[in-house]
């Protein structure tokens, strides 16, 4: 099969750029290539100015700044030929005009290579049309892979594919989109939106104009079709800024003109005079003045609302909504509340869902395709159909009944049962023959949540689990709230450890929560430090260094395998992993100066050990360890795994899985790689440079405070990490071993948590979930 | 039946040697409070409580409270007294000078109050309601309402009541009915039924102001939908005279157990004009600031009755000549030997002893931080104080009046028969402590409130102002062998306190009825241990003083800090398992097996 090595993006808009932006993600060099704008002295000017642009947005389209390099900005009239000739996949993403986009076509496919394959980012123009009049040869070799806005961070990739596109073609950029640059595909029949814009586009305008009719407030609005439905708080008005306001005229224009006339969609297409004003007035969104919601500067930066009846901005207020309040968890009691709020969520929701079972068949194949892609493009917790397994499908059937509402088939087949059901442990979708099919997971895919459906854990308590992966190796997953380490936790470590020895080879560390763990349980910390169990405070520090060092030194291999946020003591026990397998969106850090507190679960003892083995530092015990503080007393999180490479987080050989569902089955298999031969590693000797050391990082602070860059109590907190890293009153005649620097760490928390500024930061974390800088 | 004498002595020990309290003077707003301004203060008090009061005590009992042609008249004097106590001014000595008062600090204020309920507390019910009616229109009323009825509360010409409970709500107010309409004129007509208004009506002052909880027309339902509102009896003449009746009628007064010369009354409002305290839908908050203030107040009421009762109880036991100790005669010469010779006497009177002089210091330590809240400049000691306050209330509400209440019932049982029947005032005592556990908020709700609300509240941060001095103090004196005996036994207890802490607010977490079920003792445990605290504390300065101790009052001190650390203290190893045992065998039982 032939792989990717070279990729052209054409066109440098933010969809372009941030695809090109992702390829250098994953390690491949990419061309990006926009027009000469006319009069420029700069004929690189468009691309250039992206990648300039990427470097500094936030959330960066980057992973690492090094990532960058493989971009190579281009014109498409110096450069087109060479690099589409030399290209393997190129990537048009161009403005949304047909003949704009044929007519790069053909210079694409006069330059092009034999074998390589063209796609188009196009979200509403259907493949039939973009390849008409062009030749076969081009057809067989084109697809739709249509990415989601941010391109690095939105999973959802959809796939249209045309009668005489190649298999293979199809197959090499598939591959490439899942391996390298971590998509989940959703294949979609070529119907204008294809499913996610087709569903997601239809259900936000029903929102719009059924709340226009109403007179809602958007406040409300934006609670009700939002947290409750398990949809993005942003809800629907939130959204719309931060997607842009200015998007919706043409994209419903697109749909309207595609879409036949019995659609369902063309009763919710009118058009609102209020929006187009705030549009020409320059409201066009987060990236405008506004949006929806705005930011009243002159009235001290006072958070505003439309008044979606006036058309005129008031000061936004909390939502009350009696609805919700008073529905619990259950979303049928709110779509049948006796309220306004509660009938406009059934209209809107009534209608969206109703509109979900219609698609399939039209827009798509099957009902895992319409909810994966609600999922991961517009980050809905569950899926249209899993939310009417909620509600139940025949609840659903009578409502709409009752409401003299058109029942689509696909809902009809699923009356007296529901759309998913567990088989023997194995989840099974219904599918349009009305029957179940059991969800296949691709080569490749393993994940946690199948094991735990199939079976029972190997041993658990309230906040961890252990289970077995089969092939002799077990996973350890942490499932208290926020995946949090507390005592619980460390517990089911200890017996992990021997639990793994007596019957498994190998052990991974891993969940499938969005993230791996943000930390030690705080809200229990600081609750022991204010009723003064001091004690208790020491014995869970000291519980926590010896369940770590135990995995460290067990006789079996550990891989750490994160996602999400690792920091504190989720960071710590990763550093304590023979290997880590870290999917490319992991944020690791030694967060606790944010806190007040210095890591103490063994995270100073290994960083120093890492930065003076592996960091390619000058001679001395004094370069690792002012590499460490400097990393560690500002509390620096790595925004990507290759990031936490740079910081040592991470080692130089651990490895990047780019896809999420890859991460397990990529963890366990290196766990059995390294299980072969595996020998516990040795205990390393440190030697570090005492008081003087201490007392130039204490200078250091000092002079950070003149400057107003650090707070009061940053040098406290810098004095306890100072006084750890420099090995306290040790100097560098002399050795220490992992004990001497692990006692260090335990002294000094013990020694902050009796301060009031650690307790007030713990507090402030806890309650506002903000660092207090004090 | 025995007379009552104010324990001056104690309580300058409390406030002076214990509390700090001559470092009240160097709050700004309080210079001029230093002994030689509180002690006259303290002792006139005492004077009004033993002459005035007190003799009215069981007459008023007697008596009781009569409704005749929609008039409530109150017991005999009790008019006469009420004119002495306002004319000498102790109707306004915990208020703001701002509008008359003499703004004592609470510290002091807690004194008096506490021989008020001593000497008479169906008679400190009047000032005490009128207290707290003028606490919330201080706190949350407008300007004009506060200039036109704040004097007039203040000076005590006027009296004021709090009108919460409706016949179908009591501790759920969510559930309150009463109804007000917006007139467009600034003020409301207000419609309903009050019940349970202690001195809802009375004959002490020429008018009555009633704070009174409704609901707006366009209310949200449940407790986020009731406001406050200030309805006189009679509506005032622009001169600032009581004027035309207001549509506020007594219907009934209640039949009691106790406090019967305390006017429980049943009101009607009917088109009553009223004006809005504080925001709409926020009457809530309103309530809460006079609330809290009330359970302090009403913590008070159970000490003041134990107080009472102890002393009338050691009268009888000297006297009362009954059988021979069991040691052989200890009085050869008298027919029979006097009750307190004996151990299981001896026990009770220790017992009411310890329990008023450790409750006196907690509520005085709660004071001082109320102290300290309303006058340090520092505002970050002033939160502090405010995270004490709120924590300590509930504990000082429910721990004072359930252990108030056994004091006084430890007392009737000394008399024996004597203490059953009515002429020694000893089963009055039992009687009129009895509601101190039920009103403002009953002992069961202060106990959720201390685990449901207080436990958690910023994770735990009121807790810090307890756990952090007592653990620091146990710390620097567990080394001392002289307060050995004191500090070893609080160090265990106090271990106890944070285990049952971790382990209350962990299972509360994962199920609220863990929290529930444990609750009252939880409660216990806490007021135990910190009554412990202060014993060693209190130990600990008399000690120091044994050797000029003329009265003896240092080394009956060390005695009974003794008899609390062997003889009460262990209450909280059986008070630890209960809690550590969890709920389930509480809530076992289905409903229909009851």
Same mark, same amino acid.
């Given at each position: 099969?032939?792989?990717?090595?070279?990729?052209?993006?054409?066109?440098?808009?933010?969809?372009?750029?941030?695809?090109?932006?992702?390829?250098?993600?994953?390690?491949?060099?990419?061309?990006?290539?926009?027009?000469?704008?006319?009069?420029?002295?700069?004929?690189?000017?468009?691309?250039?100015?992206?990648?300039?642009?990427?470097?500094?947005?936030?959330?960066?389209?980057?992973?690492?700044?090094?990532?960058?390099?493989?971009?190579?900005?281009?014109?498409? &009239?110096?450069?087109?030929?060479?690099?589409?000739?030399?290209?393997?996949?190129?990537?048009?993403?161009?403005?949304?005009?047909?003949?704009?986009?044929?007519?790069?076509?053909?210079?694409?496919?006069?330059?092009?290579?034999?074998?390589?394959?063209?796609?188009?980012?196009?979200?509403?123009?259907?493949?039939?049309?973009?390849?008409?009049?062009?030749?076969?040869?081009?057809?067989?070799?084109?697809?739709?892979?249509?990415?989601?806005?941010?391109?690095?961070?939105?999973?959802?990739?959809?796939?249209?594919?045309?009668?005489?596109?190649?298999?293979?073609?199809?197959?090499?950029?598939?591959?490439?989109?899942?391996?390298?640059?971590?998509?989940?595909?959703?294949?979609?029949?070529?119907?204008?939106?294809?499913?996610?814009?087709?569903?997601?586009?239809?259900?936000?305008?029903?929102?719009?104009?059924?709340?226009?009719?109403?007179?809602?407030?958007?406040?409300?609005?934006?609670?009700?079709?939002?947290?409750?439905?398990?949809?993005?708080?942003?809800?629907?008005?939130?959204?719309?800024?931060?997607?842009?306001?200015?998007?919706?005229?043409?994209?419903?224009?697109?749909?309207?003109?595609?879409?036949?006339?019995?659609?369902?969609?063309?009763?919710?297409?009118?058009?609102?005079?209020?929006?187009?004003?705030?549009?020409?007035?320059?409201?066009?969104?987060?990236?405008?003045?506004?949006?929806?919601?705005?930011?009243?500067?002159?009235?001290?930066?006072?958070?505003?609302?439309?008044?979606?009846?006036?058309?005129?901005?008031?000061?936004?207020?909390?939502?009350?909504?009696?609805?919700?309040? &008073?529905?619990?968890?259950?979303?049928?009691?709110?779509?049948?509340?006796?309220?306004?709020?509660?009938?406009?969520?059934?209209?809107?929701?009534?209608?969206?869902?109703?509109?979900?079972?219609?698609?399939?068949?039209?827009?798509?194949?099957?009902?895992?395709?319409?909810?994966?892609?609600?999922?991961?493009?517009?980050?809905?917790?569950?899926?249209?159909?899993?939310?009417?397994?909620?509600?139940?499908?025949?609840?659903?059937?009578?409502?709409?009944?009752?409401?003299?509402?058109?029942?689509?088939?696909?809902?009809?087949?699923?009356?007296?049962?529901?759309?998913?059901?567990?088989?023997?442990?194995?989840?099974?979708?219904?599918?349009?023959?009305?029957?179940?099919?059991?969800?296949?997971?691709?080569?490749?895919?393993?994940?946690?949540?199948?094991?735990?459906?199939?079976?029972?854990?190997?041993?658990?308590?309230?906040?961890?689990?252990?289970?077995?992966?089969?092939?002799?190796?077990?996973?350890?997953?942490?499932?208290?709230?926020?995946?949090?380490?507390?005592?619980?936790?460390?517990?089911?470590?200890?017996?992990?450890?021997?639990?793994?020895?007596?019957?498994?080879?190998?052990?991974?560390?891993?969940?499938?929560?969005?993230?791996?763990?943000?930390?030690?349980?705080?809200?229990?910390?600081?609750?022991?430090?204010?009723?003064?169990?001091?004690?208790?405070?020491?014995?869970?520090?000291?519980?926590?260094?010896?369940?770590?060092?135990?995995?460290?030194?067990?006789?079996?291999?550990?891989?750490?395998?994160?996602?999400?946020?690792?920091?504190?003591?989720?960071?710590?026990?990763?550093?304590?992993?023979?290997?880590?397998?870290?999917?490319?969106?992991?944020?690791?850090?030694?967060?606790?100066?944010?806190?007040?507190?210095?890591?103490?679960?063994?995270?100073?003892?290994?960083?120093?050990?890492?930065?003076?083995?592996?960091?390619?530092?000058?001679?001395?015990?004094?370069?690792?360890?002012?590499?460490?503080?400097?990393?560690?007393?500002?509390?620096?999180?790595?925004?990507?795994?290759?990031?936490?490479?740079?910081?040592?987080?991470?080692?130089?050989?651990?490895?990047?899985?780019?896809?999420?569902?890859?991460?397990?089955?990529?963890?366990?298999?290196?766990?059995?790689?390294?299980?072969?031969?595996?020998?516990?590693?040795?205990?390393?000797?440190?030697?570090?440079?005492?008081?003087?050391?201490?007392?130039?990082?204490?200078?250091?602070?000092?002079?950070?405070?003149?400057?107003?860059?650090?707070?009061?109590?940053?040098?406290?907190?810098?004095?306890?990490?100072?006084?750890?890293?420099?090995?306290?009153?040790?100097?560098?005649?002399?050795?220490?071993?992992?004990?001497?620097?692990?006692?260090?760490?335990?002294?000094?928390?013990?020694?902050?948590?009796?301060?009031?500024?650690?307790?007030?930061?713990?507090?402030?974390?806890?309650?506002?979930?903000?660092?207090?800088?004090? | 039946?025995?007379?009552?004498?104010?324990?001056?002595?104690?309580?300058?020990?409390?406030?002076?040697?214990?509390?700090?309290?001559?470092?009240?003077?160097?709050?700004?707003?309080?210079e001029e409070f230093t002994r030689e301004l509180i002690d006259p203060v303290l002792e006139e008090a005492a004077r009004?409580?033993?002459?005035?009061?007190?003799?009215?005590?069981?007459?008023?009992?007697?008596?009781?409270?009569?409704?005749?042609?929609?008039?409530?008249?109150?017991?005999?004097?009790?008019?006469?007294?009420?004119?002495?106590?306002?004319?000498?001014?102790?109707?306004?000595?915990?208020?703001?000078?701002?509008?008359?008062?003499?703004?004592?600090?609470?510290?002091?204020?807690?004194?008096?109050?506490?021989?008020?309920?001593?000497?008479?507390?169906?008679?400190?019910?009047?000032?005490?309601?009128?207290?707290?009616?003028?606490?919330?229109?201080?706190?949350?009323?407008?300007?004009?309402?506060?200039?036109?009825?704040?004097p007039k509360l203040v000076d005590g010409t006027w009296a004021g009541t709090m009108c919460l409970t409706e016949p179908?709500?009591?501790?759920?107010?969510?559930?309150?009915?009463?109804?007000?309409?917006?007139?467009?004129?600034?003020?409301?007509?207000?419609?309903?039924?009050?019940?349970?208004?202690?001195?809802?009506?009375?004959?002490?002052?020429?008018?009555?102001?009633?704070?009174?909880?409704?609901?707006?027309?366009?209310?949200?339902?449940?407790?986020?939908?009731?406001?406050?509102?200030?309805?006189?009896?009679?509506?005032?003449?622009?001169?600032?005279?009581?004027?035309?009746?207001?549509?506020?009628?007594?219907?009934?007064?209640?039949?009691?157990?106790?406090?019967?010369?305390?006017?429980?009354?049943?009101?009607?409002?009917?088109?009553?004009?009223?004006?809005?305290?504080?925001?709409?839908?926020?009457?809530?908050?309103?309530?809460?600031?006079?609330?809290?203030?009330?359970?302090?107040?009403?913590?008070?009421?159970?000490?003041?009755?134990?107080?009472?009762?102890?002393?009338?109880?050691?009268?009888?036991?000297?006297?009362?000549?009954?059988?021979?100790?069991?040691?052989?005669?200890?009085?050869?010469?008298?027919?029979?030997?006097?009750?307190?010779?004996?151990?299981?006497?001896?026990?009770?009177?220790?017992?009411?002893?310890?329990?008023?002089?450790?409750?006196?210091?907690?509520?005085?330590?709660?004071?001082?931080?109320?102290?300290?809240?309303?006058?340090?400049?520092?505002?970050?000691?002033?939160?502090?104080?405010?995270?004490?306050?709120?924590?300590?209330?509930?504990?000082?509400?429910?721990?004072?009046?359930?252990?108030?209440?056994?004091?006084?019932?430890?007392?009737?049982?000394?008399?024996?028969?004597?203490?059953?029947?009515?002429?020694?005032?000893?089963?009055?005592?039992?009687r009129d402590c009895r509601i101190a556990q039920i009103y403002e908020g009953t002992n069961g709700i202060q106990a959720?409130?201390?685990?449901?609300?207080?436990?958690?509240?910023?994770?735990?941060?009121?807790?810090?102002?307890?756990?952090?001095?007592?653990?620091?103090?146990?710390?620097?004196?567990?080394?001392?062998?002289?307060?050995?005996?004191?500090?070893?036994?609080?160090?265990?207890?106090?271990?106890?306190?944070?285990?049952?802490?971790?382990?209350?607010?962990?299972?509360?977490?994962?199920?609220?009825?863990?929290?529930?079920?444990?609750?009252?003792?939880?409660?216990?445990?806490?007021?135990?241990?910190?009554?412990?605290?202060?014993?060693?504390?209190?130990?600990?300065?008399?000690?120091?003083?044994?050797?000029?101790?003329?009265?003896?009052?240092?080394?009956?001190?060390?005695?009974?800090?003794?008899?609390?650390?062997?003889?009460?203290?262990?209450?909280?190893?059986?008070?630890?398992?209960?809690?550590?045992?969890?709920?389930?065998?509480?809530?076992?039982?289905?409903?229909?097996?009851?």
């Amino acid at each position: 099969m032939a792989e990717i090595r070279k990729v052209v993006v054409v066109g440098a808009g933010v969809m372009g750029a941030g695809i090109a932006a992702h390829v250098a993600n994953a390690g491949v060099p990419v061309t990006l290539l926009d027009i000469v704008p006319a009069g420029a002295p700069n004929r690189n000017a468009l691309a250039e100015g992206a990648v300039e642009r990427m470097l500094k947005a936030d959330p960066a389209p980057l992973m690492t700044k090094a990532a960058a390099k493989l971009i190579t900005p281009g014109n498409t &009239e110096d450069h087109f030929d060479a690099a589409v000739g030399d290209a393997d996949w190129i990537v048009e993403v161009v403005t949304e005009r047909l003949d704009v986009k044929q007519a790069l076509y053909r210079r694409i496919e006069a330059a092009r290579k034999a074998g390589s394959v063209v796609s188009s980012n196009t979200s509403t123009l259907p493949l039939a049309s973009l390849v008409d009049g062009l030749p076969e040869s081009f057809a067989r070799d084109f697809l739709i892979t249509h990415f989601f806005n941010p391109p690095r961070y939105m999973r959802l990739l959809e796939i249209v594919v045309g009668p005489l596109t190649r298999p293979e073609a199809v197959d090499t950029v598939s591959r490439f989109a899942d391996m390298s640059l971590g998509k989940s595909l959703v294949r979609c029949k070529d119907r204008p939106g294809f499913i996610a814009n087709r569903l997601g586009v239809f259900w936000l305008q029903a929102a719009v104009v059924e709340a226009f009719a109403r007179g809602l407030a958007i406040e409300d609005v934006d609670a009700v079709i939002g947290k409750p439905m398990g949809i993005p708080k942003t809800g629907v008005f939130g959204l719309l800024d931060l997607v842009g306001l200015d998007l919706m005229p043409h994209v419903n224009a697109s749909l309207a003109a595609a879409l036949p006339k019995d659609d369902p969609f063309h009763a919710f297409d009118r058009p609102l005079p209020v929006v187009q004003k705030l549009i020409a007035d320059g409201y066009t969104g987060r990236k405008g003045k506004g949006g929806f919601y705005r930011l009243n500067r002159e009235a001290g930066k006072r958070k505003e609302a439309l008044d979606l009846a006036t058309g005129e901005f008031r000061p936004a207020r909390k939502a009350e909504v009696a609805a919700v309040a &008073e529905s619990g968890r259950s979303l049928g009691k709110l779509l049948d509340h006796d309220s306004p709020l509660g009938a406009y969520a059934w209209r809107v929701m009534g209608a969206t869902l109703a509109y979900a079972a219609a698609l399939v068949g039209d827009a798509a194949d099957d009902i895992e395709a319409i909810d994966e892609a609600m999922r991961l493009g517009y980050n809905w917790r569950w899926g249209p159909f899993e939310l009417i397994d909620r509600l139940g499908a025949d609840w659903l059937i009578a409502r709409l009944e009752r409401d003299g509402q058109a029942v689509p088939e696909m809902l009809r087949l699923a009356a007296g049962r529901s759309f998913y059901r567990v088989e023997n442990g194995r989840r099974q979708a219904l599918g349009r023959d009305g029957q179940y099919h059991d969800i296949v997971r691709p080569d490749g895919v393993l994940l946690l949540e199948d094991i735990k459906r199939a079976g029972t854990p190997v041993i658990k308590n309230g906040s961890a689990a252990l289970w077995d992966l089969g092939d002799g190796v077990a996973c350890f997953e942490f499932t208290g709230k926020m995946n949090t380490i507390d005592q619980q936790v460390l517990d089911l470590l200890v017996k992990t450890v021997r639990r793994v020895k007596k019957d498994f080879k190998a052990l991974v560390i891993y969940n499938e929560g969005h993230n791996f763990s943000v930390g030690a349980n705080l809200g229990l910390a600081l609750f022991a430090c204010n009723i003064a169990a001091w004690t208790e405070v020491e014995a869970s520090v000291t519980q926590g260094q010896e369940a770590y060092r135990a995995l460290k030194y067990a006789p079996f291999p550990v891989v750490g395998a994160p996602s999400g946020l690792a920091l504190g003591g989720g960071c710590e026990i990763l550093l304590h992993c023979d290997a880590i397998q870290a999917h490319a969106e992991t944020y690791m850090g030694l967060v606790e100066v944010g806190v007040g507190l210095i890591p103490a679960w063994g995270g100073c003892k290994e960083m120093l050990h890492r930065w003076s083995t592996l960091g390619r530092l000058p001679k001395g015990p004094m370069p690792a360890v002012a590499k460490v503080f400097e990393t560690v007393s500002t509390a620096t999180v790595a925004k990507s795994a290759a990031e936490a490479k740079e910081l040592l987080y991470l080692r130089p050989t651990d490895g990047i899985t780019m896809n999420r569902n890859r991460l397990l089955a990529d963890a366990k298999a290196r766990a059995l790689a390294m299980a072969e031969s595996y020998v516990p590693p040795e205990p390393p000797i440190y030697v570090l440079p005492g008081p003087s050391a201490e007392t130039a990082m204490a200078m250091a602070v000092a002079g950070f405070r003149r400057l107003g860059k650090a707070t009061p109590y940053d040098e406290v907190v810098s004095g306890a990490l100072a006084r750890i890293l420099s090995g306290g009153d040790t100097d560098v005649t002399e050795t220490l071993d992992e004990e001497a620097v692990l006692a260090l760490e335990r002294e000094q928390l013990v020694r902050l948590v009796r301060q009031p500024g650690t307790l007030a930061r713990l507090e402030s974390m806890l309650m506002t979930g903000k660092p207090l800088r004090n | 039946m025995a007379g009552y004498k104010a324990p001056l002595r104690d309580m300058r020990f409390v406030l002076y040697e214990l509390m700090s309290g001559d470092e009240l003077a160097r709050l700004p707003g309080y210079e001029e409070f230093t002994r030689e301004l509180i002690d006259p203060v303290l002792e006139e008090a005492a004077r009004l409580c033993e002459e005035v009061l007190h003799p009215l005590n069981r007459s008023g009992d007697e008596e009781g409270c009569t409704l005749e042609n929609g008039v409530v008249r109150t017991p005999k004097g009790f008019p006469e007294a009420y004119r002495q106590f306002r004319e000498g001014g102790w109707t306004s000595i915990a208020c703001d000078p701002a509008y008359g008062g003499q703004g004592l600090p609470a510290m002091v204020n807690v004194l008096v109050e506490e021989m008020i309920c001593s000497a008479n507390l169906s008679f400190g019910m009047y000032p005490g309601l009128s207290h707290g009616a003028y606490v919330a229109l201080h706190d949350h009323g407008t300007e004009a309402l506060k200039a036109a009825y704040l004097p007039k509360l203040v000076d005590g010409t006027w009296a004021g009541t709090m009108c919460l409970t409706e016949p179908h709500c009591g501790t759920d107010l969510g559930l309150l009915r009463t109804k007000a309409v917006p007139q467009g004129d600034g003020s409301y007509k207000l419609t309903g039924t009050k019940i349970f208004i202690s001195a809802g009506d009375h004959d002490l002052t020429e008018n009555i102001v009633h704070l009174v909880l409704a609901r707006l027309p366009d209310a949200p339902k449940g407790v986020k939908g009731i406001s406050l509102f200030l309805v006189p009896k009679y509506l005032p003449h622009a001169d600032g005279t009581p004027g035309p009746s207001n549509g506020v009628s007594t219907g009934a007064i209640e039949h009691k157990m106790g406090i019967k010369a305390s006017a429980t009354c049943v009101l009607n409002f009917d088109d009553a004009t009223g004006w809005l305290v504080g925001e709409p839908h926020k009457g809530m908050r309103a309530m809460f600031s006079m609330m809290n203030t009330e359970r302090v107040a009403v913590g008070v009421q159970g000490l003041g009755l134990a107080e009472a009762s102890y002393q009338g109880a050691v009268a009888y036991a000297r006297e009362r000549l009954q059988g021979r100790a069991l040691t052989g005669p200890k009085y050869p010469d008298r027919p029979a030997d006097p009750i307190i010779v004996h151990p299981d006497v001896r026990r009770m009177l220790m017992v009411q002893r310890s329990t008023v002089e450790s409750c006196r210091a907690l509520a005085m330590w709660t004071a001082r931080h109320l102290d300290l809240q309303n006058r340090h400049p520092d505002p970050e000691v002033r939160r502090e104080s405010e995270d004490f306050v709120a924590l300590m209330t509930p504990i000082v509400k429910a721990l004072l009046t359930d252990l108030g209440y056994e004091a006084t019932n430890h007392g009737m049982q000394v008399l024996g028969g004597h203490g059953y029947i009515r002429e020694h005032g000893m089963e009055q005592y039992v009687r009129d402590c009895r509601i101190a556990q039920i009103y403002e908020g009953t002992n069961g709700i202060q106990a959720l409130d201390l685990v449901g609300r207080k436990l958690g509240l910023a994770g735990g941060r009121p807790l810090r102002r307890f756990f952090h001095p007592v653990a620091a103090y146990i710390d620097e004196k567990m080394e001392d062998e002289a307060l050995a005996e004191f500090v070893q036994p609080l160090a265990k207890a106090f271990v106890r306190l944070q285990q049952a802490t971790a382990e209350v607010a962990r299972a509360g977490l994962s199920n609220p009825e863990e929290a529930g079920a444990a609750a009252s003792d939880y409660l216990r445990l806490f007021g135990l241990t910190a009554l412990s605290y202060l014993w060693a504390r209190m130990a600990e300065i008399a000690l120091a003083k044994q050797d000029d101790d003329p009265d003896g009052f240092y080394a009956a001190k060390v005695a009974t800090a003794r008899f609390h650390a062997e003889r009460v203290l262990p209450q909280t190893g059986a008070l630890f398992s209960a809690v550590m045992a969890g709920g389930k065998s509480i809530m076992a039982l289905d409903e229909a097996a009851f």
